[in-house]
């Protein structure tokens, strides 16, 4: 809404410059885009919030501005005896008018002008349009929107002649109603939008507070002028305007809530002007339907339920001074009136037909306390009740993420919308994802059911831009649909890719491996009591096997009988799609149970003694046939339940050279460990003994050396 | 040593010494040629040498001397040179000692010299992560309210109608959600309640009160979407704090109190605040909440002379909307509105991130390039 401060002064004085207004007006509720100096002096561009609609007027500022300065409001003198009588008069032969759906409708006044003279307007009324942004149309059409920016209240204006049997009917418009409005477009209309049509109601003359009708525009031919000025109902116009995607400057005004009252002073302003910007004559009174009439309503404020809300007071002068400018007509009901400021003082109001907003005692102490100021009010810090708690999973994630941290990975954040596509290669099948009715593109058209897709597309956007190496993880969540219900599952996703470590003076480069990969994730397991991992998914877990890694280097990870999730090196099907040139690990875990975990793990762990005598280590060679794993070997070891064994180790792995086809090296690293004393020679071969034999017998291991 | 070479190899009575007076002037001879010589050992390898002569055994001048002066005197001799010797031995041995910690010494330094690391070299490099930007000002938000005794909770990002709109004063046809371009899901026909995500924190405040009765003081970090197309300042998702507070006695200072604590301990304790009246249904009075431009010191004005870019000269920067909590909302949760009061409050981090750190894309937050992320180790 433009505010031209000329105008704003022709309806009250204002003690101070525009931009000294703008800056108040901004403290005190109305927000302010910007003061602008122009041909028509200071434009003050008021940025209104959708509560405030008789502030879409220079009235309603004007308002404002009355209560700010406390300086009263001035009247617009009238230049014409014929507007009376308000209702009734000549203008009830002239046209009728039948509010068939007063629910949409409350209100409609007519008035009628015979012989105008349709032209250009005058210069005064252009410019006051152009510094308002408005175009200016003819001089009738122009004191429409005039009469609009000045009192906030739009209005109509039809062609009198064009109106048939000089009947105007409002109804709800039927289902696929066609109708042309002004603007030349042919629109189709529901039955929750209303109509104002003219004789037998067939016909539709405009759609009620949103467009006017092109059949009955005013055009340089018309002699005689038909007056609407009328009230729509807020919610009906804003589902309408919606609906037939049309906002005006009026669906703006009667869709926040228009003032019904003012319908009559804008109708009677609005002839005033036509008679001095057109001619013509009016025709005495005017016809005016109002089945929404309603009685101002009564609200109270009391003291104490201001310092309740508001914790600091204000005089009872300046909060009547303040009520009374703002149009509430407050007065003292309480028996202690002749007590200022009294603890226990209240007073009743009227609601003013323009503040629709304004129904409850809140609504009044907020109106008290902007005007007031706000910055007024001392700040104090409350009083903590009870202690504050953290989320429930708060230590858990920030030792996760810390851990993350120092194994090298850096924290990502991502917009769960992704395209179908990319989320179907990495999503489980029998997932239902949770597709966006209305996303801005296709590219967003899926919330992700799996947190490996966005991590897939941020490794892409570095590859893509040149970064190599990358270590990446975000705590975040995936989304699905079973049935109806949505459900979100918190997930840690993991990826990497390029040189677990880089060239530097000290050290050689090289390539991060699913061993890496392995090595974290189980750095990060050891915080839940470690991870188990299997070749295989659990029957009925809902990680299937994960067709977007590839099957020789991907795992599962168990905590417990607990699955998940999966890690492994991104397959090189997938990989060719996203166009990644090298090769790409990644990894996804549940992190609900791994939170459980954790603090299960947590409360469980116990101090263990130290050892008091030394440890021995006995590496043993083997030659393994290919498919006997280290698994199989640690747990034959495990099953000689030889309580001096606290360790089984992989120290070293190799094929081909001197190991025949078929089979591989391993060696195994044993770490005995006795809590009774030192071990002997013969313990140890004793030991060793035991288990060559084991794995021999039983894996068909051959020992190459044992040391 | 060739001075005094002869006169050791002889016999005192050979010199023709005889009593203490004759004896003096010989021990000082000996050691004036000491104190000479000491010099000569220089290194390890010419100190080792220099004792051998002077301390060894078999040969060294003090042996040399106790066997031809001290062993054959006359007994009263033999005690003035017993003595002489004794103190001569000291001044020697500790003269010897003195000059083997200074070659040591010297030595070291020399090596440490020729060893010493370049310390303008790196040392090993080991990969290091990082929490994200927007992590770290949540955490630092978080923490500040915590402090004051705000616990801290969640919610769904996919909501309901109810929750995001209805429960906080927002009917549908609202103008306000007008304002919340909102996403919603593709639902199987039938269902029973449209889904949405979310367009702000707000619906953990219904949520919230529903599952507890005041004293409440949450605040709710989280990821919000609106269908706003993207730009350097819009993304269609971004993060927000809900902070929550009703009680028997909370009032607008109490409000105001809290925003202005959370500020300066943000932006320090120069920042100056302003409350600003506006319109959300969920609370009332609203306000908007302004701060003086950290940047500027509120002058609207660059350091450079210019208009200051942050907040485009006006000298405040707006943060976020906030308010008393509409008693109506109490009546969604079955709260007395009548016994209690309260505040909210909906903080956008991403802008608060962008403004602290001098960010003018939000995108960057989005894209995760290991150069951005970097940057906030």
Same mark, same amino acid.
């Given at each position: 809404?433009?505010?031209?401060?000329?105008?704003?002064?022709?309806? /009250?004085?204002?003690?101070?410059?525009?931009?000294?207004?703008?800056?108040?007006?901004?403290?005190?509720?109305?927000?302010?885009?910007?003061?602008?100096? *122009?041909?028509?002096?200071?434009?003050?561009?008021?940025?209104?919030?959708?509560?405030?609609?008789?502030?879409?007027?220079?009235?309603?500022?004007?308002?404002?501005?009355?209560?700010?300065?406390?300086?009263?409001?001035?009247?617009?003198?009238?230049?014409?005896?014929?507007?009376?009588?308000?209702?009734?008069?000549?203008?009830?032969?002239?046209?009728?008018?039948?509010?068939?759906?007063?629910?949409?409708?409350?209100?409609?006044?007519?008035?009628?002008?015979?012989?105008?003279?349709?032209?250009?307007?005058?210069?005064?009324?252009?410019?006051?349009?152009?510094?308002?942004?408005?175009?200016?149309?003819?001089?009738?059409?122009?004191?429409?929107?005039?009469?609009?920016?000045?009192?906030?209240?739009?209005?109509?204006?039809?062609?009198?002649?064009?109106?048939?049997?000089?009947?105007?009917?409002?109804?709800?418009?039927?289902?696929?109603?066609?109708?042309?409005?002004?603007?030349?477009?042919?629109?189709?209309?529901?039955?929750?939008?209303?109509?104002?049509?003219?004789?037998?109601?067939?016909?539709?003359?405009?759609?009620?507070?949103?467009?006017?009708?092109?059949?009955?525009?005013?055009?340089?031919?018309?002699?005689?002028?038909?007056?609407?000025?009328?009230?729509?109902?807020?919610?009906?116009?804003?589902?309408?305007?919606?609906?037939?995607?049309?906002?005006?400057?009026?669906?703006?005004?009667?869709?926040? *809530?228009?003032?019904?009252?003012?319908?009559?002073?804008?109708?009677?302003?609005?002839?005033?002007?036509?008679?001095?910007?057109?001619?013509?004559?009016?025709?005495?009174?005017?016809?005016?339907?109002?089945?929404?009439?309603?009685?101002?309503?009564?609200?109270?404020?009391?003291?104490?339920?201001?310092?309740?809300?508001?914790?600091?007071?204000?005089?009872?002068?300046?909060?009547?001074?303040?009520?009374?400018?703002?149009?509430?007509?407050?007065?003292?009901?309480?028996?202690?009136?002749?007590?200022?400021?009294?603890?226990?003082?209240?007073?009743?109001?009227?609601?003013?037909?323009?503040?629709?907003?304004?129904?409850?005692?809140?609504?009044?102490?907020?109106?008290?306390?902007?005007?007031?100021?706000?910055?007024?009010?001392?700040?104090?810090?409350?009083?903590?009740?009870?202690?504050?708690?953290?989320?429930?999973?708060?230590?858990?994630?920030?030792?996760?993420?810390?851990?993350?941290?120092?194994?090298?990975?850096?924290?990502?954040?991502?917009?769960?919308?992704?395209?179908?596509?990319?989320?179907?290669?990495?999503?489980?099948?029998?997932?239902?994802?949770?597709?966006?009715?209305?996303?801005?593109?296709?590219?967003?058209?899926?919330?992700?059911?799996?947190?490996?897709?966005?991590?897939?597309?941020?490794?892409?956007?570095?590859?893509?831009?040149?970064?190599?190496?990358?270590?990446?993880?975000?705590?975040?969540?995936?989304?699905?649909?079973?049935?109806?219900?949505?459900?979100?599952?918190?997930?840690?996703?993991?990826?990497?890719?390029?040189?677990?470590?880089?060239?530097?003076?000290?050290?050689?480069?090289?390539?991060?491996?699913?061993?890496?990969?392995? *090595?974290?994730?189980?750095?990060?397991?050891?915080?839940?009591?470690?991870?188990?991992?299997?070749?295989?998914?659990?029957?009925?877990?809902?990680?299937?096997?994960?067709?977007?890694?590839?099957?020789?280097?991907?795992?599962?990870?168990?905590?417990?009988?607990?699955?998940?999730?999966?890690?492994?090196?991104?397959?090189?099907?997938?990989?060719?799609?996203?166009?990644?040139?090298?090769?790409?690990?990644?990894?996804?875990?549940?992190?609900?149970?791994?939170?459980?975990?954790?603090?299960?793990?947590?409360?469980?762990?116990?101090?263990?003694?130290?050892?008091?005598?030394?440890?021995?280590?006995?590496?043993?060679?083997?030659?393994?046939?290919?498919?006997?794993?280290?698994?199989?070997?640690?747990?034959?070891?495990?099953?000689?339940?030889?309580?001096?064994?606290?360790?089984?180790?992989?120290?070293?792995?190799?094929?081909?050279?001197?190991?025949?086809?078929?089979?591989?090296?391993?060696?195994?690293?044993?770490?005995?460990?006795?809590?009774?004393?030192?071990?002997?020679?013969?313990?140890?071969?004793?030991?060793?003994?035991?288990?060559?034999?084991?794995?021999?017998?039983?894996?068909?291991?051959?020992?190459?050396?044992?040391? | 040593?060739?001075?005094?070479?002869?006169?050791?190899?002889?016999?005192?009575?050979?010199?023709?010494?005889?009593?203490?007076?004759?004896?003096?002037?010989?021990?000082?001879?000996?050691?004036?040629?000491?104190?000479?010589?000491?010099?000569?050992?220089?290194?390890?390898?010419?100190?080792?040498?220099?004792?051998?002569?002077?301390?060894?055994?078999?040969?060294?001048?003090?042996?040399?001397?106790?066997?031809?002066?001290?062993?054959?005197?006359?007994?009263?001799?033999?005690?003035?040179?017993?003595?002489?010797?004794?103190?001569?031995?000291?001044?020697?041995?500790?003269?010897?000692?003195?000059?083997?910690?200074?070659?040591?010494?010297?030595?070291?330094?020399?090596?440490?010299?020729?060893?010493?690391?370049?310390?303008?070299?790196?040392? /090993?490099?080991?990969?290091?992560?990082?929490?994200?930007?927007?992590?770290?000002?949540?955490?630092?938000?978080?923490?500040?309210?915590?402090?004051?005794?705000?616990?801290?909770?969640?919610?769904?990002?996919?909501?309901?109608?109810?929750?995001?709109?209805?429960?906080?004063?927002?009917?549908?046809?609202?103008?306000?959600?007008?304002?919340?371009?909102?996403?919603?899901?593709?639902?199987?026909?039938?269902?029973?309640?449209?889904?949405?995500?979310?367009?702000?924190?707000?619906?953990?405040?219904?949520?919230?009160?529903?599952?507890?009765?005041?004293?409440?003081?949450?605040?709710?970090?989280?990821?919000?979407?609106?269908?706003?197309?993207?730009?350097?300042?819009?993304?269609?998702?971004?993060?927000?704090?809900?902070?929550?507070?009703?009680?028997?006695?909370?009032?607008?200072?109490?409000?105001?109190?809290?925003?202005?604590?959370?500020?300066?301990?943000?932006?320090?304790?120069?920042?100056?605040?302003?409350?600003?009246?506006?319109?959300?249904?969920?609370?009332?009075?609203?306000?908007?909440?302004?701060?003086?431009?950290?940047?500027?010191?509120?002058?609207?004005?660059?350091?450079?002379?210019?208009?200051?870019?942050?907040?485009?000269?006006?000298?405040?920067?707006?943060?976020?909307?906030?308010?008393?909590?509409?008693?109506?909302?109490?009546?969604?949760?079955?709260?007395?509105?009548?016994?209690?009061?309260?505040?909210?409050?909906?903080?956008?981090?991403?802008?608060?991130?962008?403004?602290?750190?001098?960010?003018?894309?939000?995108?960057?937050?989005?894209?995760?390039?290991?150069?951005?992320?970097?940057?906030?180790?």
């Amino acid at each position: 809404m433009k505010v031209v401060y000329d105008w704003l002064k022709e309806f /009250v004085d204002v003690p101070v410059s525009a931009e000294e207004l703008a800056s108040r007006l901004a403290l005190t509720g109305t927000n302010i885009g910007g003061v602008e100096n *122009g041909p028509h002096g200071a434009v003050i561009d008021a940025e209104v919030t959708s509560n405030r609609p008789d502030c879409l007027g220079h009235l309603g500022i004007a308002r404002e501005v009355s209560a700010i300065y406390k300086t009263a409001l001035k009247k617009l003198p009238s230049t014409t005896g014929k507007l009376e009588p308000a209702v009734g008069g000549d203008a009830l032969q002239k046209v009728r008018v039948d509010i068939q759906a007063p629910e949409l409708c409350g209100r409609f006044t007519a008035r009628v002008i015979r012989g105008v003279k349709i032209q250009p307007s005058p210069q005064w009324l252009k410019e006051r349009l152009e510094a308002c942004g408005v175009a200016s149309i003819n001089n009738v059409v122009d004191v429409s929107n005039y009469v609009m920016l000045e009192l906030g209240h739009p209005l109509h204006s039809f062609d009198y002649d064009k109106i048939r049997d000089q009947r105007i009917v409002v109804r709800r418009a039927s289902a696929q109603e066609k109708t042309r409005t002004l603007d030349g477009v042919e629109r189709v209309l529901d039955a929750g939008t209303a109509v104002v049509c003219d004789g037998d109601g067939s016909r539709v003359v405009g759609i009620g507070g949103i467009m006017g009708g092109a059949d009955t525009e005013i055009s340089f031919a018309t002699k005689n002028v038909l007056i609407e000025c009328a009230w729509f109902d807020p919610i009906a116009i804003r589902r309408a305007a919606r609906a037939l995607r049309l906002h005006t400057e009026a669906s703006t005004r009667f869709g926040r *809530g228009a003032d019904p009252e003012m319908a009559g002073a804008a109708s009677r302003r609005s002839a005033e002007l036509i008679l001095q910007v057109a001619g013509g004559e009016l025709q005495n009174g005017a016809v005016d339907e109002y089945p929404g009439k309603q009685a101002a309503r009564k609200i109270r404020v009391t003291r104490t339920e201001f310092l309740r809300v508001m914790g600091a007071d204000v005089s009872d002068k300046e909060l009547e001074a303040t009520l009374g400018a703002l149009g509430f007509a407050p007065v003292r009901i309480d028996d202690h009136r002749g007590a200022a400021g009294s603890l226990l003082a209240a007073w009743e109001c009227a609601q003013p037909s323009w503040r629709a907003d304004v129904e409850r005692e809140i609504d009044l102490i907020e109106e008290i306390a902007r005007i007031h100021g706000l910055d007024k009010f001392p700040p104090r810090l409350p009083a903590a009740r009870a202690g504050a708690v953290r989320l429930p999973h708060f230590e858990a994630e920030a030792r996760l993420r810390e851990r993350l941290i120092g194994l090298g990975y850096r924290e990502i954040l991502t917009i769960p919308h992704v395209a179908e596509e990319r989320d179907e290669l990495f999503r489980p099948s029998g997932v239902a994802p949770a597709r966006l009715a209305n996303p801005l593109s296709e590219e967003a058209g899926v919330l992700r059911s799996t947190g490996t897709v966005s991590m897939a597309a941020s490794l892409e956007w570095n590859l893509n831009h040149s970064q190599r190496n990358a270590r990446l993880f975000e705590i975040g969540r995936q989304y699905r649909l079973v049935g109806e219900e949505s459900v979100e599952t918190r997930v840690l996703s993991i990826g990497a890719t390029g040189e677990a470590r880089e060239q530097g003076l000290y050290d050689g480069a090289r390539d991060f491996t699913f061993a890496d990969l392995k *090595g974290d994730l189980d750095a990060i397991g050891m915080l839940a009591g470690g991870f188990r991992w299997e070749a295989k998914a659990s029957d009925g877990g809902n990680h299937a096997e994960p067709e977007w890694l590839n099957p020789a280097k991907r795992g599962h990870i168990f905590l417990g009988k607990e699955d998940l999730g999966v890690a492994g090196q991104l397959s090189r099907r997938v990989a060719d799609k996203l166009k990644l040139r090298q090769e790409v690990f990644l990894a996804e875990l549940a992190l609900g149970p791994f939170y459980c975990a954790y603090y299960g793990t947590k409360n469980a762990r116990r101090y263990e003694p130290l050892p008091r005598f030394p440890a021995v280590e006995r590496d043993f060679s083997l030659l393994l046939p290919e498919g006997v794993h280290f698994s199989a070997v640690a747990e034959a070891i495990r099953a000689l339940a030889i309580r001096e064994i606290a360790a089984v180790e992989a120290g070293d792995l190799f094929r081909g050279r001197n190991v025949p086809a078929g089979k591989y090296s391993l060696l195994a690293r044993v770490k005995f460990q006795s809590h009774e004393g030192t071990l002997t020679d013969a313990q140890i071969g004793e030991f060793s003994a035991k288990i060559v034999a084991a794995l021999t017998t039983q894996l068909g291991a051959q020992l190459r050396a044992s040391v | 040593m060739k001075s005094i070479e002869t006169s050791i190899s002889k016999k005192l009575s050979e010199l023709g010494v005889a009593d203490a007076e004759g004896l003096a002037p010989l021990f000082a001879e000996v050691r004036a040629c000491f104190d000479a010589e000491l010099a000569v050992a220089s290194d390890e390898g010419s100190w080792k040498l220099f004792r051998d002569a002077w301390l060894g055994r078999k040969a060294g001048v003090l042996a040399l001397i106790t066997d031809n002066w001290l062993k054959p005197a006359s007994p009263e001799l033999k005690r003035v040179v017993g003595a002489a010797l004794n103190e001569l031995r000291g001044h020697v041995e500790a003269k010897i000692e003195e000059r083997r910690v200074a070659i040591e010494l010297g030595a070291e330094s020399s090596a440490a010299a020729r060893d010493a690391v370049d310390l303008s070299l790196p040392g /090993v490099v080991r990969p290091i992560g990082s929490r994200h930007l927007v992590r770290q000002v949540f955490q630092e938000i978080e923490d500040i309210f915590v402090s004051i005794g705000f616990s801290v909770v969640e919610g769904p990002e996919i909501e309901t109608p109810y929750y995001n709109f209805e429960a906080l004063n927002i009917p549908e046809h609202h103008p306000v959600r007008d304002d919340m371009d909102t996403f919603y899901l593709e639902l199987p026909k039938g269902a029973a309640s449209p889904l949405l995500l979310r367009t702000h924190t707000s619906p953990v405040q219904i949520r919230t009160m529903e599952k507890m009765q005041p004293p409440v003081r949450v605040i709710v970090p989280g990821k919000v979407y609106r269908r706003d197309n993207p730009d350097a300042t819009h993304s269609f998702a971004f993060h927000q704090i809900e902070g929550l507070a009703v009680d028997t006695d909370i009032t607008f200072c109490d409000f105001t109190g809290t925003i202005e604590y959370f500020v300066r301990q943000f932006f320090g304790a120069s920042v100056k605040t302003r409350f600003r009246p506006s319109y959300f249904p969920f609370t009332e009075p609203s306000v908007e909440f302004d701060v003086s431009c950290p940047f500027c010191g509120g002058s609207g004005t660059a350091a450079s002379g210019g208009v200051c870019g942050k907040c485009k000269g006006a000298g405040w920067i707006e943060l976020f909307g906030a308010g008393m909590v509409d008693p109506a909302v109490y009546g969604f949760v079955n709260y007395d509105a009548k016994k209690v009061s309260g505040f909210a409050f909906g903080i956008g981090i991403d802008r608060l991130a962008m403004l602290k750190y001098g960010i003018d894309d939000i995108q960057v937050f989005f894209q995760n390039d290991v150069r951005f992320l970097r940057q906030f180790p």
